[in-house]
């Protein structure tokens, strides 16, 4: 797959996000190899979160910011059925709030580089079909593989204090 990035203030020029993107992209791919698919192209968005906020509003009807917003364009079994040969297809578009990312990693005590490829995995998986919201199967599949792939790039599981709170 191929990543179309654009990175926005106030996303900061210190990091690499294009390379953290490839990476985390590489790494889902090793875990979900319908992303590994060289036809692909994906547009990836370092925003603000007045942006991601107005494009909820906008595309999602919810009128507020959030962290991540996966806007899809291929249906899961179109991405799965998507031969080799032929021009290229686009999967769909991302955007990630920095504002709310930034928050977020301070509240979790992760990097903010951490919490954005967790983000951009995230994403990804949403525009190749994947669904949390879906039911509780789908939301740990979903988990499991972005768990997977974050443990390539050595990232902790983003979702390891679950499991702390309950006892289990």
Sequence with gaps: MDLEIDIEAPWPAATDWADLAGRALEA??????????????????FTSDAEV????????????????L???????????????????????????????????????????????????????LHLAGHDHETGEVEAEAMEA????ALAICGIADPYGDRNQASGE
Aim: proline fraction near 5%; charged fraction near 25%.
């Design 145 to 148: 593989l972005e768990t997977k």
């Design 53 to 68: 906020h107005t494009l909820n509003r906008e595309w999602r009807g919810k009128d507020k910011p959030t962290n991540v």
């Design 28 to 45: 889902l791919a090793q875990v979900a190899p319908e992303l590994g698919q060289e036809r692909l192209i994906a547009s990836l968005l």
């Design 70 to 124: 996966s806007f899809p364009m291929l249906e899961r079994d179109d991405l799965l059925d998507l031969s080799d040969q032929g021009p290229p297809e686009m999967l769909g578009d991302i955007a990630l709030a920095f504002e709310t990312c930034a928050r977020e990693a301070a509240e979790k005590g992760v990097s903010i580089e951490h919490h954005a490829a967790h983000l951009i995995v995230h994403g990804l």
